[in-house]
Protein backbone atom coordinates (compact mmCIF):
# COMPACT_ATOMS: atom_id res chain seq x y z
CA UNK A 1 0.00 0.00 0.00
CA UNK A 2 1.41 3.11 -1.25
CA UNK A 3 2.10 6.56 0.91
CA UNK A 4 -1.21 8.37 0.90
CA UNK A 5 -1.72 11.63 -1.25
CA UNK A 6 -0.34 15.19 0.25
CA UNK A 7 -3.04 17.43 0.45
CA UNK A 8 -0.88 19.82 -1.93
CA UNK A 9 -0.39 17.07 -4.78
CA UNK A 10 -4.56 16.07 -3.83
CA UNK A 11 -5.48 19.70 -4.62
CA UNK A 12 -2.72 19.76 -7.78
CA UNK A 13 -4.07 16.90 -8.94
CA UNK A 14 -8.16 17.65 -8.65
CA UNK A 15 -7.15 21.22 -10.59
CA UNK A 16 -5.10 20.00 -13.35
CA UNK A 17 -8.64 17.61 -13.64
CA UNK A 18 -11.33 19.67 -13.67
CA UNK A 19 -12.19 20.65 -17.27
CA UNK A 20 -11.91 16.33 -17.61
CA UNK A 21 -14.67 15.46 -14.75
CA UNK A 22 -17.19 13.37 -16.75
CA UNK A 23 -20.91 15.36 -16.13
CA UNK A 24 -24.40 14.50 -17.74
CA UNK A 25 -23.70 16.38 -21.24
CA UNK A 26 -20.41 14.27 -21.60
CA UNK A 27 -22.04 11.35 -21.19
CA UNK A 28 -25.18 11.89 -23.49
CA UNK A 29 -22.19 13.07 -26.46
CA UNK A 30 -20.53 9.75 -26.05
CA UNK A 31 -23.95 7.97 -26.30
CA UNK A 32 -24.74 10.17 -29.32
CA UNK A 33 -21.37 9.45 -31.15
CA UNK A 34 -21.99 5.70 -31.36
CA UNK A 35 -18.83 5.10 -29.81
CA UNK A 36 -20.81 2.94 -27.51
CA UNK A 37 -21.56 -0.08 -29.87
CA UNK A 38 -22.20 -2.48 -27.19
CA UNK A 39 -24.91 -0.72 -26.24
CA UNK A 40 -26.39 0.09 -29.14
CA UNK A 41 -29.96 0.19 -28.90
CA UNK A 42 -29.90 -0.07 -25.17
CA UNK A 43 -32.74 2.00 -23.57
CA UNK A 44 -30.91 4.94 -21.64
CA UNK A 45 -31.76 6.95 -18.78
CA UNK A 46 -29.33 9.91 -17.16
CA UNK A 47 -30.51 10.40 -13.32
CA UNK A 48 -28.63 12.93 -11.14
CA UNK A 49 -25.66 11.32 -10.87
CA UNK A 50 -25.54 7.86 -12.60
CA UNK A 51 -26.24 6.89 -16.53
CA UNK A 52 -28.36 3.67 -16.94
CA UNK A 53 -28.75 1.43 -19.74
CA UNK A 54 -31.21 -1.51 -19.92
CA UNK A 55 -32.47 -3.54 -22.82
CA UNK A 56 -33.62 -6.68 -24.01
CA UNK A 57 -30.27 -7.16 -25.66
CA UNK A 58 -28.44 -6.66 -22.45
CA UNK A 59 -28.92 -10.01 -21.03
CA UNK A 60 -25.72 -12.33 -19.41
CA UNK A 61 -24.86 -15.71 -20.78
CA UNK A 62 -27.15 -17.45 -18.04
CA UNK A 63 -30.16 -14.83 -18.97
CA UNK A 64 -30.12 -12.49 -16.44
CA UNK A 65 -30.97 -8.80 -17.50
CA UNK A 66 -28.55 -6.60 -16.68
CA UNK A 67 -28.16 -2.55 -16.06
CA UNK A 68 -25.07 -0.86 -16.69
CA UNK A 69 -24.20 1.78 -14.51
CA UNK A 70 -21.98 4.92 -15.17
CA UNK A 71 -21.63 7.10 -11.73
CA UNK A 72 -20.51 10.79 -13.66
CA UNK A 73 -18.82 12.72 -11.58
CA UNK A 74 -21.67 15.31 -10.98
CA UNK A 75 -23.13 16.12 -7.58
CA UNK A 76 -26.27 17.54 -7.07
CA UNK A 77 -27.93 19.22 -3.51
CA UNK A 78 -30.94 20.44 -2.37
CA UNK A 79 -32.59 18.64 -5.69
CA UNK A 80 -30.33 20.44 -8.16
CA UNK A 81 -27.21 19.55 -10.31
CA UNK A 82 -24.41 21.83 -9.44
CA UNK A 83 -21.57 20.57 -11.27
CA UNK A 84 -18.84 17.71 -11.94
CA UNK A 85 -16.13 16.93 -9.44
CA UNK A 86 -12.98 15.45 -10.34
CA UNK A 87 -13.05 11.79 -9.63
CA UNK A 88 -16.35 11.89 -7.68
CA UNK A 89 -17.69 8.85 -9.96
CA UNK A 90 -14.82 6.89 -8.88
CA UNK A 91 -14.67 7.26 -5.66
CA UNK A 92 -17.58 6.20 -4.76
CA UNK A 93 -18.23 3.65 -6.93
CA UNK A 94 -14.69 2.49 -5.52
CA UNK A 95 -15.80 3.04 -1.72
CA UNK A 96 -19.16 1.08 -2.15
CA UNK A 97 -17.85 -1.53 -3.75
CA UNK A 98 -15.45 -2.44 -0.92
CA UNK A 99 -18.64 -1.93 1.17
CA UNK A 100 -20.66 -4.23 -0.52
CA UNK A 101 -17.76 -7.02 -0.02
CA UNK A 102 -17.69 -6.08 3.64
CA UNK A 103 -21.35 -6.63 3.97
CA UNK A 104 -22.42 -9.28 1.46
CA UNK A 105 -23.30 -11.76 3.52
CA UNK A 106 -25.88 -10.19 4.71
CA UNK A 107 -26.77 -7.69 2.23
CA UNK A 108 -26.90 -9.35 -1.21
CA UNK A 109 -26.33 -7.15 -3.81
CA UNK A 110 -27.29 -6.80 -7.54
CA UNK A 111 -23.67 -6.67 -9.07
CA UNK A 112 -22.05 -8.74 -11.41
CA UNK A 113 -19.15 -7.07 -12.56
CA UNK A 114 -17.48 -3.93 -10.93
CA UNK A 115 -13.81 -3.55 -11.91
CA UNK A 116 -11.18 -1.63 -9.77
CA UNK A 117 -10.78 1.93 -9.77
CA UNK A 118 -13.58 2.07 -12.06
CA UNK A 119 -17.30 4.19 -12.52
CA UNK A 120 -18.58 1.73 -14.09
CA UNK A 121 -21.04 -1.39 -12.86
CA UNK A 122 -22.74 -3.88 -14.41
CA UNK A 123 -25.18 -5.68 -12.07
CA UNK A 124 -28.55 -7.21 -12.41
CA UNK A 125 -31.36 -5.07 -13.35
CA UNK A 126 -33.49 -5.63 -10.43
CA UNK A 127 -37.36 -4.52 -9.55
CA UNK A 128 -36.61 -1.98 -7.52
CA UNK A 129 -38.63 -1.58 -3.72
CA UNK A 130 -40.50 2.14 -4.15
CA UNK A 131 -39.04 3.36 -0.47
CA UNK A 132 -35.76 4.07 0.74
CA UNK A 133 -34.47 2.17 3.75
CA UNK A 134 -32.88 4.85 6.22
CA UNK A 135 -31.52 4.59 9.61
CA UNK A 136 -30.53 6.60 11.87
CA UNK A 137 -28.54 6.84 15.28
CA UNK A 138 -28.06 10.68 15.41
CA UNK A 139 -30.52 13.71 14.61
CA UNK A 140 -28.24 15.19 12.36
CA UNK A 141 -28.52 18.75 11.50
CA UNK A 142 -30.18 19.00 7.83
CA UNK A 143 -32.48 21.33 5.50
CA UNK A 144 -33.92 18.58 3.58
CA UNK A 145 -37.68 18.12 4.21
CA UNK A 146 -37.35 14.35 4.91
CA UNK A 147 -34.77 14.68 7.73
CA UNK A 148 -35.68 14.23 11.18
CA UNK A 149 -34.30 17.44 12.38
CA UNK A 150 -36.91 19.30 9.84
CA UNK A 151 -39.40 17.73 11.04
CA UNK A 152 -38.49 17.93 15.21
CA UNK A 153 -36.86 21.29 14.89
CA UNK A 154 -38.56 23.32 12.15
CA UNK A 155 -41.59 21.84 12.50
CA UNK A 156 -42.06 20.53 16.33
CA UNK A 157 -43.22 17.54 16.08
CA UNK A 158 -42.30 14.43 18.16
CA UNK A 159 -43.38 11.23 15.93
CA UNK A 160 -41.27 10.50 13.05
CA UNK A 161 -41.46 7.26 11.25
CA UNK A 162 -43.47 5.93 13.84
CA UNK A 163 -41.18 6.34 16.72
CA UNK A 164 -41.82 8.36 19.44
CA UNK A 165 -39.25 10.99 20.13
CA UNK A 166 -38.74 12.27 23.79
CA UNK A 167 -37.96 16.53 24.41
CA UNK A 168 -34.44 17.61 24.78
CA UNK A 169 -33.05 16.24 21.45
CA UNK A 170 -30.23 18.23 20.25
CA UNK A 171 -28.75 18.92 16.50
CA UNK A 172 -26.17 16.15 15.90
CA UNK A 173 -26.70 14.10 19.42
CA UNK A 174 -27.98 10.64 19.75
CA UNK A 175 -31.16 9.19 19.69
CA UNK A 176 -32.62 7.31 22.45
CA UNK A 177 -31.96 4.00 19.58
CA UNK A 178 -31.30 3.34 16.41
CA UNK A 179 -34.31 3.96 14.42
CA UNK A 180 -35.38 3.04 10.85
CA UNK A 181 -36.94 5.47 9.13
CA UNK A 182 -37.97 4.75 5.41
CA UNK A 183 -38.27 7.56 2.86
CA UNK A 184 -40.87 7.00 -0.26
CA UNK A 185 -39.05 6.84 -3.62
CA UNK A 186 -41.38 9.32 -5.81
CA UNK A 187 -41.56 8.55 -9.08
CA UNK A 188 -43.58 11.29 -10.90
CA UNK A 189 -42.46 14.41 -12.04
CA UNK A 190 -42.67 17.35 -9.59
CA UNK A 191 -43.68 14.84 -6.69
CA UNK A 192 -41.56 14.60 -3.29
CA UNK A 193 -40.12 12.35 -1.44
CA UNK A 194 -41.54 11.39 2.23
CA UNK A 195 -40.24 10.33 5.75
CA UNK A 196 -43.30 7.96 6.54
CA UNK A 197 -43.62 4.94 9.05
CA UNK A 198 -43.67 0.95 7.84
CA UNK A 199 -47.35 1.09 8.42
CA UNK A 200 -48.12 4.04 6.41
CA UNK A 201 -46.15 1.86 3.81
CA UNK A 202 -48.50 -0.73 3.96
CA UNK A 203 -51.17 1.09 3.60
CA UNK A 204 -50.10 2.54 0.20
CA UNK A 205 -49.07 -1.00 -0.60
CA UNK A 206 -45.59 -0.29 -1.24
CA UNK A 207 -44.45 -3.04 0.82
CA UNK A 208 -45.82 -5.68 3.00
CA UNK A 209 -44.92 -5.99 6.45
CA UNK A 210 -43.16 -10.08 6.05
CA UNK A 211 -40.73 -8.00 3.45
CA UNK A 212 -40.58 -4.68 5.20
CA UNK A 213 -39.14 -7.18 8.20
CA UNK A 214 -37.24 -9.05 6.14
CA UNK A 215 -35.73 -5.71 4.66
CA UNK A 216 -35.32 -4.19 8.30
CA UNK A 217 -32.85 -7.23 9.27
CA UNK A 218 -30.44 -7.53 6.56
CA UNK A 219 -30.34 -3.50 6.25
CA UNK A 220 -29.82 -2.69 10.33
CA UNK A 221 -27.39 -5.85 10.07
CA UNK A 222 -25.19 -4.01 7.41
CA UNK A 223 -25.77 -0.12 9.07
CA UNK A 224 -24.15 -2.64 12.06
CA UNK A 225 -21.59 -4.38 10.03
CA UNK A 226 -20.56 -0.83 8.73
CA UNK A 227 -19.90 0.71 11.93
CA UNK A 228 -18.11 -2.12 13.27
CA UNK A 229 -15.58 -1.70 10.04
CA UNK A 230 -15.44 2.51 10.63
CA UNK A 231 -15.16 2.36 14.26
CA UNK A 232 -11.58 0.72 14.15
CA UNK A 233 -10.73 3.77 12.17
CA UNK A 234 -11.75 6.57 14.94
CA UNK A 235 -15.30 7.05 12.80
CA UNK A 236 -18.55 6.60 13.57
CA UNK A 237 -21.58 6.52 11.27
CA UNK A 238 -24.64 8.69 12.15
CA UNK A 239 -26.84 7.61 9.67
CA UNK A 240 -26.80 5.71 6.25
CA UNK A 241 -29.32 4.61 3.34
CA UNK A 242 -30.02 1.53 1.49
CA UNK A 243 -31.82 1.27 -1.84
CA UNK A 244 -32.89 -2.23 -2.49
CA UNK A 245 -34.56 -4.49 -4.80
CA UNK A 246 -35.27 -7.64 -6.08
CA UNK A 247 -33.99 -10.15 -8.50
CA UNK A 248 -35.39 -12.22 -11.39
CA UNK A 249 -35.48 -14.91 -8.85
CA UNK A 250 -37.15 -13.23 -6.01
CA UNK A 251 -34.03 -12.45 -4.45
CA UNK A 252 -33.64 -9.12 -2.01
CA UNK A 253 -30.72 -7.50 -3.01
CA UNK A 254 -29.07 -3.77 -2.47
CA UNK A 255 -29.39 -1.96 -5.62
CA UNK A 256 -27.50 1.06 -5.02
CA UNK A 257 -24.32 2.58 -3.68
CA UNK A 258 -23.86 1.46 0.02
CA UNK A 259 -22.14 2.85 3.14
CA UNK A 260 -20.66 5.81 0.54
CA UNK A 261 -20.48 9.60 1.58
CA UNK A 262 -23.25 10.42 -0.15
CA UNK A 263 -25.55 7.74 1.10
CA UNK A 264 -23.89 8.16 4.97
CA UNK A 265 -22.51 10.49 7.33
CA UNK A 266 -19.42 9.49 8.80
CA UNK A 267 -17.81 11.88 11.93
CA UNK A 268 -14.60 11.73 13.42
CA UNK A 269 -14.96 10.07 16.55
CA UNK A 270 -12.05 12.17 18.60
CA UNK A 271 -13.30 15.05 18.54
CA UNK A 272 -17.20 14.71 18.25
CA UNK A 273 -17.65 15.60 22.17
CA UNK A 274 -15.51 18.87 22.17
CA UNK A 275 -17.14 19.87 19.08
CA UNK A 276 -20.82 19.47 20.75
CA UNK A 277 -19.70 21.20 23.68
CA UNK A 278 -18.85 24.08 21.66
CA UNK A 279 -21.60 24.25 19.49
CA UNK A 280 -19.71 23.19 16.42
CA UNK A 281 -20.87 20.93 13.75
CA UNK A 282 -19.24 17.48 14.01
CA UNK A 283 -15.77 16.76 11.65
CA UNK A 284 -17.64 15.27 8.76
CA UNK A 285 -16.54 13.02 5.64
CA UNK A 286 -19.49 13.15 3.35
CA UNK A 287 -21.45 14.80 0.94
CA UNK A 288 -22.57 17.07 3.78
CA UNK A 289 -19.73 19.46 2.62
CA UNK A 290 -21.26 19.89 -0.58
CA UNK A 291 -24.12 20.89 0.58
CA UNK A 292 -22.83 23.44 3.10
CA UNK A 293 -20.08 25.01 0.19
CA UNK A 294 -21.69 27.88 -1.94
CA UNK A 295 -25.19 29.20 -2.18
CA UNK A 296 -28.08 26.52 -2.78
CA UNK A 297 -29.60 26.54 -6.33
CA UNK A 298 -26.70 28.31 -7.77
CA UNK A 299 -23.84 26.32 -10.17
CA UNK A 300 -20.73 25.69 -8.28
CA UNK A 301 -17.52 27.87 -9.09
CA UNK A 302 -14.37 26.54 -10.07
CA UNK A 303 -12.80 27.20 -6.85
CA UNK A 304 -15.55 25.49 -4.94
CA UNK A 305 -15.54 22.57 -7.21
CA UNK A 306 -11.61 22.70 -6.36
CA UNK A 307 -12.39 22.21 -2.57
CA UNK A 308 -14.85 19.93 -2.63
CA UNK A 309 -12.56 17.34 -5.22
CA UNK A 310 -10.05 17.71 -2.80
CA UNK A 311 -12.23 17.00 -0.08
CA UNK A 312 -13.69 13.91 -1.57
CA UNK A 313 -10.00 12.69 -2.31
CA UNK A 314 -9.41 13.72 1.67
CA UNK A 315 -12.32 11.71 2.62
CA UNK A 316 -11.34 8.35 0.07
CA UNK A 317 -8.29 8.11 1.86
CA UNK A 318 -10.08 8.45 4.86
CA UNK A 319 -12.30 5.81 4.69
CA UNK A 320 -10.16 3.43 3.10
CA UNK A 321 -7.09 3.96 4.47
CA UNK A 322 -6.06 3.70 0.82
CA UNK A 323 -3.65 6.26 -1.21
CA UNK A 324 -6.18 6.90 -3.87
CA UNK A 325 -5.49 5.76 -7.54
CA UNK A 326 -6.94 8.09 -10.18
CA UNK A 327 -7.84 7.05 -13.55
CA UNK A 328 -6.40 9.56 -15.78
CA UNK A 329 -7.85 8.32 -19.23
CA UNK A 330 -9.68 10.76 -20.78
CA UNK A 331 -13.35 9.79 -19.59
CA UNK A 332 -15.22 8.28 -22.67
CA UNK A 333 -12.13 6.39 -23.19
CA UNK A 334 -12.26 4.65 -20.10
CA UNK A 335 -16.17 4.20 -19.57
CA UNK A 336 -16.15 2.27 -23.33
CA UNK A 337 -13.07 0.22 -22.21
CA UNK A 338 -14.52 -0.98 -18.96
CA UNK A 339 -18.26 -1.39 -20.39
CA UNK A 340 -16.74 -3.31 -23.41
CA UNK A 341 -14.86 -5.43 -21.18
CA UNK A 342 -17.79 -6.39 -18.44
CA UNK A 343 -19.99 -6.71 -21.49
CA UNK A 344 -17.96 -9.25 -23.52
CA UNK A 345 -17.10 -11.74 -19.85
CA UNK A 346 -21.26 -11.87 -18.87
CA UNK A 347 -22.61 -12.32 -22.28
Not at 90 to 106: G, P, Y
Not at 177 to 191: H, I, L, V
Not at 210 to 216: A, D, E, K, N
Request: hydrophobic residues 35%.
Amino acid sequence: MGALLAQADIAKLVEENLDKALDSAGMAALVESGDLPALQGADYYQGKVRANFTGSDLMSKDGIPLRVIVATDQISTHDMVRGAIPFRGQILTDISNTMLEITREVLPNAQRYAPANSAVVIAENCEPFMFEMVWRMHMCKSSTETSLYYHYVELGKREFCGHLLPEGLVANGPLPYMMDTPSTKESDEGAHDESVSPGELYRRGVVDPTTYGQILYMTGTAYALGRRHFNTKGIFIPDTKFELGRTQDGTIVTIDEVLTPDSSRFWVAEDYEAKMAAGESPTSYSKQFGRDIGTPGQPYTDDERLQIGCRYIETYQKLTGKAFIPDLRPPAERVKADIDKGLQQLR
